[in-house]
């Protein structure tokens, strides 16, 4: 009892010093405690304010970096028992979000030692503002060694966590010299696309290789940036890779429209506009601009130099994929695509432009069987062994065609594989074959049955582009035809 009435004398003293003593003198003594509690304590001490110098003007990365870490760690990684949480919302929709409330604690692990965060907010003297920082405790002996990795730790950890959880846009460049953009929202996955399982493998790896290789392009001298060239028919799944690239890599995208940009500074304007962790995506490349074989038409050099410069050059878009100007900014991809290789300047898709040429064509065997188990699922073997068969005979199909066809028939799984079976049969040689077609040389002309022929090899090649009535002619064609070289059978026979 005489220890607590002590206790409170000496409580009482303190006060009374505190309204007595001049600030200047208080603030000294308390320095001088807390210098002597370090010369005693086996801990180091190291504070993180939420703004830089004196006013809150300047906010300290470090101190967000901390917070996003702590939140975090939070998640994974919940103690027991949970120290106290402040929950928050920016907006109604949004789900909520929690810190480590004020003057409380949060143990962490490194390196094999025991690490202290604590979360501080101090009301200032004569002011309703709070001065709000963390501390951080470690280890006094080893202070030296784990300080500097730790926060190089901790920082990467808040930069890969608000990359992941952001926003994700697509821009395009609706003005000559910048870009709009909308929340990019595109479904589309390496597990939903209809790709070859080799291929999906080799892109996954070259992927995940170039999102990991900051060290790897500083050593070598390189930009960290890479090219990728994609090619194929319509409808074989060129925008939907480019989407399931996105989304595994969790970079935005740019959709460079160059028919939009007047001239070569302007795409460069827009080059130095886009941020690291994006891929930029030009599009149907044959057909943006006149470039193919420029450099070896002289009509078109002089019609350059005529327009000045009001025009993007071939040197131009070269310099934006490989030139001086494509360093600007880290972590990027550039994608082209056509639906005609032979149409682009081969000098856009040497090694070092486009290092990574991909080419989409028909729907295989193993892709469509994917995609009839996730549109349709069930067990459709024996009607898939028959559409593989004809498949091998030179029926040719798309993604986007067989996707169409299971779309339509999604809630009958039966009418759905029999509707593909049969348009896959309807395109072998329009439901006949080659020797019905000699018989109707006489009748039809040998150019019609050449420009039929040449039309079949065309479609195995997987280059040809069906019209939507084309295979219904065809089999009307058959019908009729058909019946004519019947009855010039039996007229032969003399029935």
Known sequence: MELLSQMWSLLGLLTVLQNIL??????????????????ITPYSYFDIPEFLGSSAINPN???????????????????????????????????????????HSLHDTFAGHRLLWTHHSDSLHDSLEERRFFSLRLPKRHSHAILLPYLSHLSSSARNLTITSRDRRIFTNSSPNSWSSVPFRHPATFQTLALNPNLRSFLLSDLDSFAAGREFYTRV????????????????????????MANHLQYDVYDLELTRVPHNSALKSLLLQTTPRSIIV?????????????????????????????????????????????CCGEEKLIVFTTN??????????????????????????????????????????????????????????????????LLRNKGDGEVAVKELVGELEGRINGGC?????????????????????EKRRRGRNGCAVREASCMWEKRVRFLTRLGSFTKSESGRRGV
């Not at 074989?293 to 934006?320: H, Q």
């Not at 040429?357 to 996730?374: D, K, N, P, S, Y």
């Not at 080659?434 to 022929?453: P, S």
């Open 61 to 103: 990365d470090l101190y967000r970096h901390v917070h996003l870490y702590l939140f975090h760690h939070l998640l994974l990684h919940p103690p027991s028992p949970p120290p106290r949480l402040t929950l928050s919302s920016s907006s109604p929709s949004s789900p909520p979000s929690f810190s480590l409330s004020p003057n």
């Open 433 to 453: 074959s080659e020797e019905l077609e000699e018989e109707w040389v006489g009748e039809e002309g040998e150019e019609e049955v050449m420009v039929g022929r």
């Open 221 to 244: 001298g390189r930009p960290w940036k890479r090219g990728y060239f994609l090619h194929g028919p319509p409808g074989s799944g060129k925008s939907s890779l480019i989407a399931a």
């Open 282 to 326: 030009i599009e149907d490349i044959d057909c943006s601009l006149q470039l193919a074989g420029e450099r070896c038409s002289k009509k078109r050099k002089a019609d350059d130099d005529d327009e000045g410069w009001e025009r993007v050059t071939l040197s131009g878009l070269l310099n934006f994929t490989d030139g001086l100007w494509s």
């Open 340 to 405: 005609y290789k032979g149409e682009v300047d081969k000098a856009l898709l040497r090694p070092g432009r486009m290092d990574v040429h991909v080419q989409l064509g028909a729907c295989g065997g193993h892709e469509m069987r994917e995609m009839v188990e996730r549109y349709v699922g069930g067990d459709w073997e024996e009607m898939m062994e028959v559409a593989e068969r004809w498949m091998r005979n030179g029926a040719v199909m798309t993604a986007a065609e067989v996707g169409e066809v």
């Open 22 to 39: 001049p600030a200047q003198l208080l603030s000294l003594l308390h320095s001088l405690w807390e210098s002597l509690q370090d010369a």
